[in-house]
């Protein structure tokens, strides 16, 4: 049995007067793109205020029909105190180059990993005010095969410290010795002289000291322990989180870093144990998009997105394919989330023409760094995954780019298993072996149908389904109960996202057919609706499905198939489900057969239409926890009945209002926090209208700017930064974003329906 455990989050600035001190650097940018300059304030992504476009977008049906090209940002600001002054970034997408003062300081070529630049040579001595200029190339293009956006998209922060400091990245903490009595907290401080003379400092954690001497440009560790007893165990359940401190003698105040203790084995007789407890894996890719505000990685925005999965049922989100960001790590540690941090999606042979196969090997090595180094304190992260469906993967070369990837991640952490994410498109698959030796646990891309004859071959490889159909949801949860040597499966995807245009869709008689991926793409599509969760942050039936399959939390849920012909014949597509809605809404359909899923882990289900029922059911896993019911479409109310538990789902009728639900009632007057908006389209019982289609317009008054305002039809060409949205199945989502002054915040919608307001503090 492979036993790991680690567990530390080294969050926000370390404050003083001679302290390493970072404070945000997103405010009061200048913009310039097509020829226009605008004022700007970070996270932005300019892809996101263009609307998508088949006929000039040059991401095409990958990255969704948006423009990327060149962008450039300005910025000035007066030199700080400190010795030296850095700017760090945590991700800009993408080919950035960085200027101070008209000198190039800086360059970072892959978009989805920080990288810090060292601006101090560059700043005036006097009272000048300095010049940052960040120029931002993506007009190489197909460079991605989703939405990527375009621009300094995530934060910046500046940096100043002492020449003699703690390195960037430099407090490691990880947990020995876990029991229910204690646990040991061992932590690993990197100090770094950046000096042109030798240096010493005291390195003080917890109370503890260590003297520490540095030649010129010389790095050190030191290591640290201490005992916590009768230990609060981190988990999804219970993500609990320590604090640790520390601190040089040149500084007044401590690093203060947080950390969970938590223990976790895997093997092929035991599956995946977390903290002595067996669990089941039930993973969700996300992509890095935040939906309707495109790539901008505001925090509130990353937290919504774990917040969405967590109530969706997942317990795991691998961040396909690329390294996401600090915000939405620092949401899973605090809100109970497990992680598979991914560095790449391909690796030599290209996918697209200017993808990572132009860097890999000039920077493979740097950016796996860049995401552990910065990520290995995460107690939410349980593995690293080093690619995805790799091109080469039938060239034996491809062994040793997996050993070199590998042995990058393991130059920073050896606390966490390294996987990959390996597919087959024809017969072949047994001839992966040896790749699969390379790797601690091996990933299935809709391949775990294999795992029998794979376990039989290979009796230690230990597996877990690292993408899979939506709608093959049963069996790959009765894989994962039935074989422990399967530890979990991962679906595509848990969220709706921009790019890969069409995938999951289904479409009828007459409409283009095909998958996504078929020769000239989807061009009516911009998006990928294949997620449980849509761009507004509706759960689809199939959401409730997979979580009561999962979870003990969901015990009866109630929804009703289309009628195949109702708008014309379905066809499916491989990422697709069956179009399934909360909805007793069929006009026209009076008197024909129409199909109501039920699904519960209930022995058995009565169903009742208007009081009258309709018919029981025996529920059982030979059923797959369904109990699906044919019966003459008539309005009215459904009802549900399986044990104590009842649902409902009523005939709506006209449209009467707009009802408006905000996910809070107060912003952070920081110009960072955003409030999502529900708009619903409801009748005048306050019933979801399934249907309705209703242009509005969006109208912020107040501290607070309008976002985004969209729906989930991945369809609408409308710019998702417009005040114009048409509802979709009923539902539309508006973003604010505060201002920097306190005060309310009055969001109106304007349509053929009386207008409907909302305020926030």
């Keep these: 049995m492979k036993k790991l455990t680690l567990c530390a989050v080294l969050l926000g600035a370390c404050m003083g007067a001679q302290a390493q001190t970072q404070q945000l650097f997103d405010n009061g940018w200048h913009f310039s793109h097509d020829g226009k300059t605008i004022s700007v304030n970070l996270p932005h992504d300019w892809d996101i205020s263009y609307a998508s476009n088949p006929e000039t977008g040059a ?37 950035a180059e960085v200027f101070v003062n008209g000198q190039k300081a800086g360059q970072h070529a892959y978009g989805y990993t920080p990288f810090t630049v060292d601006v101090t040579p560059y700043l005036y001595k006097d009272k ?70 030798a240096g010493q400092a005291i390195v003080e954690v917890e109370g503890k000291q260590q003297q520490v001497e540095l030649q010129a440009g010389e790095s050190k560790s030191v290591c640290f322990s201490y005992t916590i007893q009768n230990p609060h165990l981190w988990s999804p359940q219970d993500p609990y989180l320590y604090t640790v401190n520390t601190k040089l003698s040149t500084q007044n105040s401590p690093c203060s870093t947080k950390f969970g203790v938590r223990s976790f084995s895997y093997d092929t007789e035991k599956g995946f144990v977390l903290n002595g ?6 993973g969700a890719c996300v992509h890095h998009d935040d939906g309707v505000i495109g790539a901008m990685a505001f925090d509130d925005a990353e937290i919504r997105k774990v917040r969405l999965m967590k109530a969706a049922g997942f317990n795991l989100i691998r961040t396909s394919h690329n390294p996401t960001t600090r915000a939405f790590l620092d949401a899973c540690d605090s809100l109970g989330m497990l992680v598979i941090g991914e560095a790449f999606d391909g690796w030599r042979t290209a996918k697209k023409p200017y993808d990572y196969s132009t860097l890999i090997d000039s920077c493979y090595r740097e950016d796996i760094h860049a995401m552990v180094m910065r990520d290995r304190n995460h107690p939410s992260i349980i593995s690293w995954s080093i690619g995805n469906e790799v091109i080469e993967r039938k060239e034996i070369a491809v062994v040793t780019t997996a050993r070199k990837l590998k042995a990058a991640v393991l130059e920073c952490d050896k ?132 979580s009561m399959l999962w979870n003990d939390n969901e015990p009866l849920y109630m929804a009703v198939k289309e009628p195949n012909g109702y708008h014309g014949k379905i066809y499916e597509t491989s990422w697709s489900v069956w179009p399934t809605w909360e909805s007793w809404n069929w006009a026209g359909w009076e008197g024909k057969p129409i199909d109501v899923e039920v699904y519960t882990k209930a022995p058995e289900v009565k169903l009742y239409l208007n009081d009258q029922l309709v018919g029981t059911k025996k529920v059982s896993r ?85 976002m985004a305002f969209a729906s989930a039809d991945l369809k609408d060409r409308e710019i998702k930064t ?40």
């Design 59 to 95: 991401t095409g049906t990958d990255g969704g029909w948006f423009p990327a090209g060149k962008g450039e940002y300005r910025k000035a600001f007066a030199t700080p105190k400190g010795e030296l002054v850095k700017l760090h970034f945590e991700g800009v997408y993408q080919r």
């Design 128 to 197: 000048r005010l300095n010049e940052v200029v960040v120029k931002v190339d993506n007009s190489q293009q197909v460079n991605c095969r989703w939405y990527s956006g375009s621009g300094i998209y995530r934060h910046v922060w500046l940096q100043t410290m002492p020449l003699l400091h703690i390195a960037e990245n430099g407090v490691f903490v990880t947990t020995s010795n876990i029991s229910t009595k204690e646990a040991t907290v061992n932590v690993e401080v990197t100090v770094q002289n950046e000096a042109a003379n």
């Design 277 to 282: 407890k067996p669990m089941l894996l039930n």
């Design 415 to 546: 606390t966490r298993p390294v996987t990959e994410a390996l597919c087959a498109w024809d017969r072949d698959w047994e001839i992966y072996d040896p790749h699969f030796e390379v790797l601690d646990i091996a990933g299935y891309n809709y391949m775990i149908f294999k795992h029998a004859t794979d376990h039989k071959r290979d009796p230690k490889r230990v597996m877990w389904q690292t993408e899979s159909y939506p709608r093959g949801a049963f069996r790959n949860w009765a894989t994962v109960h039935d074989y422990p040597y399967v530890i979990g499966d991962m679906v595509w995807t848990g969220l709706d996202y921009l790019g890969e245009s069409g995938i999951g869709r289904y479409y009828y008689e007459g409409e283009r057919p095909g998958e996504s991926y078929a020769e000239g793409g989807q061009p009516d599509w911009h998006g990928a609706c294949c997620g449980d969760v849509d761009m507004t942050g509706w759960r689809r039936p199939i959401s409730h499905y997979r």
């Design 622 to 706: 030979d059923t797959e926890f369904k109990a699906v019911f044919t019966l003459p479409y008539e309005a009215g109310t459904l009802r549900a009945e399986a044990g104590d538990e009842t649902v409902t789902l009523a005939t709506a009728g006209e449209p009467a209002r707009l009802r408006l639900k905000a996910d809070r009632t107060k912003l952070t007057a920081d110009g960072q926090s955003l409030a999502y908006i529900t708009v619903e389209v409801v009748d005048k019982e306050g019933r979801v209208c399934p249907d309705a289609a209703i242009p509005c317009e969006a109208i912020v008054k107040g501290q607070a700017t309008l």
């Design 722 to 761: 417009s005040p114009r949205a048409t509802t979709f199945k009923g539902r539309a989502i508006i973003v604010v974003r505060s201002t920097h002054k306190k005060g309310k915040v009055q969001v109106s919608v304007k349509s053929s329906l009386p207008v409907a307001t909302t305020s926030i503090n």
